[in-house]
């Protein structure tokens, strides 16, 4: 029973709320308790948020994830869990939610509603319409951030925000190309109705355009002018390298072993990407906080 509450919640998706932690790396507060203990709370709140939204989507996509290979194990259409519990859970996580809001600043509370009105929308509509929908998924990471943001009532750069709509996009992407993949090769019909609007030459066109935004957006962001005048140094184009690598072995990972699908299996799982994401961390916070 632990084990499909533990499905249904989600709980590996959570490492995508790590975003909210992006404003506290860049704010230079990152060793300071109270702005920690903010953004973590922040964090915690954001994956109740998801989980939540996980629940009310898959209650939502029951019919669909049926007929998926892989999805029809989840929970809900496997029958491990009942409509009547899920949604029994998810009205406490909201309850939880409404709980911690009111010891949270009115902005934050306004991007959580926001994140949760998207998604809702997303469930129910945007995820039918082409492009939209990953332009809905690139606006849950961008909320998250400014979320992250407005917790410790910090400013973030537009850049930065640049940056997450961008990597966001092309997460969302090459999720529809490895769906479009599995379709092939399976010679199925789609379970997704909007897959039907996408192509792989789109989407490699759409995933290729948001690597390079990516890229840009963040080598821009290392030498702006605001960024070295808040750190002191030039130094953090050093990290654009890690960027780089990181995009181009997701890539490689989608395009040459179909894993795109499973961002978070790809971040938990595959050695140089946990390997190059440590390393930006590192590097990011030697520079910034100039141990070195």
Known sequence: MFKNYFQLLRVPQWIKNLFVFIPLLFSLHLFE??????????????????????????????????????????????GKISIKSAWLTAVLIFVLLILLSLISP??????????????????????????????????????????????????????????????????????????????????????????????????NQIATVAAAGVIICYALYTVSQRTVSVFGTENLIYTTPFVVFGIFRFMYLEYLNQKGENTTQIMLTDVPMIVTVLLYGIATILIVYKIL
């Not at 973590?40 to 109740?48: D, E, G, T, V, W």
């Not at 049926?66 to 999805?71: D, G, V």
């Not at 995820?127 to 961008?142: C, E, N, P, Q, T």
């Open 106 to 203: 009115l902005e934050f509370i306004y991007f959580l509603a926001g994140f949760i009105s998207l998604n809702i929308l997303y469930s129910m509509y945007f995820k039918h319409i082409v492009i939209l929908d990953i332009f809905s998924i690139a606006a849950g990471f961008s909320i998250r951030v400014l979320a992250g943001a407005a917790i410790i009532d910090v400013p973030v750069s537009s850049w930065l925000i640049l940056t997450t709509m961008f990597i966001s996009l092309f997460l969302g992407v090459m999720k529809r190309h490895s769906e479009l993949e599995q379709i092939t090769e399976l010679e199925r019909t789609p379970t997704r109705k909007v897959l039907a609007e996408y192509s792989l030459t789109f989407t």
């Open 33 to 78: 308790s109270e702005y920690f203990l903010l953004t973590f709370k922040a964090f915690i709140i954001f994956c109740l948020a998801s989980s939540f939204i996980y629940i009310v989507n898959d209650i939502i996509d029951i019919k669909a994830d049926s007929a998926h290979p892989q999805k029809k194990f989840r929970p809900l259409p496997s």
